[in-house]
C-alpha cells in the first residue's frame, strides 16, 4: 500500500515543468483574467467591485480603434504564418530530404543562426534596410528606377517582413522532423505506379506533413499574434496590435483592468482561431489522430 501510494519517477520529473507553468502561466492567467472582472486594483482599492464594464468598452467600442486593433493582429498573424509555411516547406522539406550529413548541419546552422540574434537586433537590422534612406530605397533611387523613397516600413508590409524573418526558423524546425520521418519509400512506391512527383507529393507526403504543418503554423501564429517589439518598431503609429494597445494600457493610460480584459480576449479569439484550424487540417487528413 506505501509502495503504491509513493510518487513515481515520471512524476517527480514532470512536477517542476508542472510547477513552472502553474506559476508562469496559470497564475499570472488567472490573475489577469479577475482584475479584468474588478473597477480597479482590489488589493490597494478597497472599494473595487466586480464589474463587465471592461468587455463592454470592447464589445461596444463606437470609434472601433479596439476592433480595428484585435483585427490587424489577427491580419498580421494569419499572414505571416501563411508566408512562413510558404517559404518554410521547401526548405524544410529539402533539408529532411537531404543526403550529406555536412550540408544537412551547414543548412541547419544557417536556420539556426538568426536565432542566436536578438529580436530587437534583428528588427533594427531590418530598418536600415527598409527605411527611406536604407539600402533598397537608396539602390533602387541610385539607379535611377525610382524618383521617391518606397514605402517600405512604418506599415503592415514592413512589420510582416520583419516578422517573417524572425519566426521562419520555427516553421522550418518543427517541418523538419516531421518530414524526415516520413519513409520515402512511399513516394517511391507512389511514383512507381505511374504517379508524377507533383501527384506522389500531393497525396502522399502533403497529407502525412499535415501535423507538423499545423504545428508550425499554430507556433508562429502564437508568435506573431503575441509580438510587441517587432510590430512597434516597424509599423510606426501606423500600426496598431493588441499587444501594443495593451501595452498602452498598463504604461500609459495605468488601466491595468481594461488591458486584462484585451489579454482575455486575445486569448479567446486566438483559441477559436486555433480549434477551427485544427478541425480543418484534421478533416483534409482524414481525422487520423488530428482531432
Not at 467600442?61 to 480595428?68: E, L, Q, S, T, Y
Not at 533594427?124 to 517600405?152: C, H, R, S, Y
Amino acid at each position: 500500500m506505501n509502495s503504491a501510494a509513493r510518487p513515481s519517477p515520471i512524476a517527480w520529473l514532470i512536477a517542476p515543468a508542472g510547477l513552472l507553468f502553474v506559476l508562469f502561466f496559470v497564475l499570472p492567467f488567472g490573475v489577469m483574467t479577475a482584475m479584468s472582472f474588478f473597477s480597479g486594483n482590489p488589493v490597494t482599492n478597497p472599494n473595487a467591485f466586480l464589474t463587465t464594464r471592461h468587455y463592454e468598452r470592447f464589445i461596444f467600442d463606437p470609434a472601433g480603434i479596439f476592433h480595428d486593433a484585435l483585427w490587424s493582429t489577427l491580419r498580421i498573424g494569419l499572414i505571416t504564418t501563411v508566408i512562413a509555411l510558404l517559404i518554410g516547406y521547401p526548405l524544410a522539406h529539402w533539408m529532411a530530404r537531404m543526403q550529406s550529413r555536412l550540408g544537412h548541419a551547414l543548412v541547419l546552422m544557417a536556420v539556426i543562426a538568426p536565432m542566436l540574434t536578438g529580436i530587437v537586433v534583428r528588427t533594427f537590422a531590418w530598418m536600415t534596410i527598409l527605411q527611406d534612406k536604407g539600402v533598397i530605397n537608396t539602390t533602387l533611387m541610385q539607379w535611377g528606377l525610382i524618383e521617391k523613397p518606397l514605402p517600405l516600413m512604418y506599415n503592415e508590409f514592413g512589420t510582416i517582413v520583419a516578422l517573417v524573418h524572425i519566426y521562419v526558423p520555427f516553421m522550418v524546425l518543427t517541418l523538419t522532423g516531421v518530414i524526415g520521418r516520413i519513409d520515402e519509400r512511399l513516394e517511391q512506391a507512389a511514383r512507381s505506379l505511374g504517379a508524377g512527383r507533383v501527384r506522389a507529393f500531393a497525396e502522399v507526403t502533403l497529407p502525412l506533413s499535415l501535423p507538423g504543418i499545423l504545428a508550425g503554423s499554430l507556433l508562429v501564429f502564437a508568435l506573431s499574434i503575441s509580438a510587441y517589439v517587432t510590430p512597434s518598431l516597424m509599423g510606426g503609429t501606423d500600426v496598431l496590435t493588441l499587444p501594443m494597445l495593451i501595452a498602452q494600457q498598463v504604461g500609459t493610460s495605468f488601466n491595468p483592468n481594461f488591458a486584462g480584459a484585451l489579454g482575455v480576449i486575445l486569448l479567446l479569439v486566438s483559441l477559436a482561431i486555433v480549434i477551427a484550424y485544427n478541425r480543418i487540417l484534421a478533416r483534409l487528413a482524414g481525422g487520423q489522430g488530428m482531432a
